[in-house]
């Protein structure tokens, strides 16, 4: 409709008149950079690109059909947090795991975890913890001790629905990040040894702290969840770095 004559030209511009095929590539492209990103990082988390090794970024492009600039995006992302090191002129690294940083993954985990948790407990919804209950009920305790990955999958999936519930975006990307970092040393130093079928059962009692809305308790039992994992790698990493041979 045109403006009657004399009326003010000024109007508000909402988000459906903004110009249509740039926003939609710039989405198509950020979101092909966060499959970019999401595939690598799994792949890097998984040891399938282990520490140290050149990743060439023609030979990523083949792997996943995926163009340029959204590769490049996620090597940027995947270089801030830590997962890859892009030295220019020489190539991009798949970043090694200093001892000294478990110390700096593991507190800001066991703050930020337990911070979560509390949220969760107090915005959560219903649904979530249904989805959750869910996830914990395809547990079979004899197929999945035999299978760590997927239980570390479940394991997962239960602190994606607390960082959703939690609904805090700026959270929800930092221990996202971090859970990545800290399942990367689960895969390098625990995986032939531990077995995490009791930290999924403590998710059964953080479940039902969240459920009945109870801060206090969904957070001290986030901690002490934490805190026992990285008991864990800490202790694989000790005795590895003492018995170089042994793994
Ligand atoms: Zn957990």
Known sequence: ????????????????????????????????????????????????????????????????????????????????????SVVPRQGIFVAGIEVGELAMLF???????????????????????????????????AAAAADGNALLAIDRHCHELMWQAADNRFLLDTLDMLYAQSDRLWHLYLADVADPAHAVGEHQAILEALRSGDADAAGDLVEAHVASFDAEVRQAVTARLESPLAG
Not at 112 to 124: K, S
């Open 107 to 141: 507190e800001t985990r066991a703050v930020l975890e337990p911070y979560a948790a509390r949220l969760a407990a107090v915005r959560g919804s219903a649904e979530h913890w249904d989805t959750m209950e869910a996830v914990l009920a395809t547990t079979d305790p």
């Open 1 to 84: 409709m045109l403006p009657a004559v004399g009326q003010p030209q000024l109007r508000i511009v909402t988000g459906q008149e903004l110009p249509r095929p740039e926003r939609t590539l710039t989405h198509m492209n950020s979101s092909l950079s966060q499959q970019a990103y999401e595939q690598l990082r799994r792949r890097i988390v998984e040891l399938e690109f282990a520490p140290g090794a050149v990743l060439r970024e023609d030979e990523l492009r083949e792997l996943l059909g995926i163009g340029r600039t959204p590769i490049r995006e996620a090597l940027q992302r995947l270089d801030r947090e830590h997962f890859v």
